[in-house]
DNA sequence: TGTACATCAGTGAACGCGCGTTCACTGATGTAC
DNA sequence: TGTACATCAGTGAACGCGCGTTCACTGATGTAC
């Protein structure tokens, strides 16, 4: 498990009244934001209406938030925050040697968190916010918090030795080659998590990885029909069953 | 393949000359309304900015369109049609009796239009619009060809004999079980697309269906890492060959 | 074929709204000596 | 402990912008007789 982002500066614990009255108000309008995001989607976030909620003039808000776009990076990284720790704690709270047990809980986890912040999973995996980019040099780290846990419970298995052998479980005539291209991409992941997990199950755990996603965007996105599933947790689990199994784990 | 949608009612081949120019103007309008989108995203769509380029006062487009919920109706019922068509379009080339070469077709066409077509790929299966709530009555019918389509392929292996047997390819301690519950949606929606696929499989088409839209998303909307895929074309063949294997085809 | 009327497309002004951002300012809080 | 100065939070006005939607209107196109 990855420990804590630390590409961001540590916000040292504040000292003086005024700074700690400062920290209180940039937290205040993170609260805010949020709550705005939750209303009416990102596109539409406004440092007015959180300036209206937060009781003070408009331009007051600047002198804790550069611009709008910072403000949805620090919604970014909050939301991306929230997410990892609850992702990780759910994991670390399933025995180390169950694979499947953990896989299972960081899927659970990060629908549960989808499924009550539907605005923030929407600003981290929905349509991009037109006209936004996220600086990458503050948001990768928390950004990447769910693939490290993800990869790093199948790497164990494989390690352990507890994986099924790698091309078997859907063998046969076109079983999932890994091409020359694809190797070279699959190096340099595994190079930079310090991974074990031979190229073919790598590429599964990527897929599994989207897969999750995309079950999760359906429902949260309400991409299913109208009435077509009732039984939303069912299915997930359903779901979460064969993605475990994709990925090798029992 | 579903004939085309049968809910909308079809427009009638304009007559008169001043039906030719209404048809004409109303096409400009969607077509303009495109464009606009691809550049400022759904939530920024503007009535006033669709008169601007069509060249008429903005209240003249209240004359084509009630407003401008309307308009993202339209345009959702535009991209849902090209999609489809250009899907069941794919899907048609390749013989009947390839199953997997058809789901493959299907998932590349899919592919294809989205990375060509990266918002109006986010209007239909990205973040909600804020505010707006498509009209099922109008877009039911375009927006589920792609999975009538998909279904129609594993059902028809299946009637074939071509689909592996059930439990199957990854079966185990773990196998996936369908629970009651959901086993009522599921005959729910092989009684609506008239499929004869047991419930085990119609579920895991379920999951190759979100699975595909969740490793297309990843890519259009940039959920990879910054160059962590160069290989995109590669590893989108590695899941569809996995994906094909997940929904029991060869 | 010609005329009278109805339909329709498009105009232009207006309503009321919200937005991001800058700027010179007041007054309170903190710091150095 | 007291004073002089620097820092900072918040104000209020302003700039220039864009939006959706309504309304009374003009003039062109179509239709009935």
């Avoid at 078997?168 to 020359?180: D, K, M, R, T, Y």
Wanted: charged share 20%; proline share 6%; net charge neutral.
């Amino acid at each position: 498990m990855p420990a804590n982002n630390d590409s961001a500066p540590a916000p040292r614990a504040p000292r003086t009244p005024r700074e700690r009255a400062r920290a209180q108000t940039t937290a205040d309008i993170v609260r805010l934001g949020r709550e705005h995001l939750a209303v009416h989607g990102a596109a539409a976030l406004s440092l007015r209406a959180v300036a209206r909620d937060l009781g003070v003039v408009s331009s007051a808000v600047y002198r804790y938030v550069q611009n709008r776009d910072e403000l949805l990076t620090l919604l970014l990284i909050d939301a991306y925050g929230e997410l990892g720790d609850e992702v990780e704690a759910a994991v670390a709270r399933v025995p180390e040697a169950d694979f499947a047990g953990r896989f299972r809980a960081l899927g659970r986890a990060v629908r549960g968190w989808a499924v009550r912040e539907p605005a923030r999973y929407a600003l981290l995996f929905g349509s991009p916010v037109p006209g936004y980019r996220a600086p990458a040099e503050r948001t990768a780290g928390p950004g990447t918090r769910v693939i490290r846990s993800l990869t790093a419970i199948v790497d164990a298995a494989w390690r352990a030795g507890a994986l099924r052998a790698e091309p078997e479980p859907l063998a046969g005539p076109s079983a999932a080659a890994v091409s020359a291209q694809l190797a070279v991409d699959l190096a340099a992941i595994r190079e930079e998590l310090g991974l074990a997990l031979p190229d073919g199950l790598l590429a599964r755990g990527a897929l599994v990885w989207t897969s999750l996603f995309g079950a999760i965007s359906f429902e949260v996105f309400g991409q299913y029909g109208e009435g077509t599933f009732a039984a939303k947790d069912a299915l997930f689990e359903h779901h979460l069953q064969v993605l475990a199994g994709v990925a090798g784990l029992e």
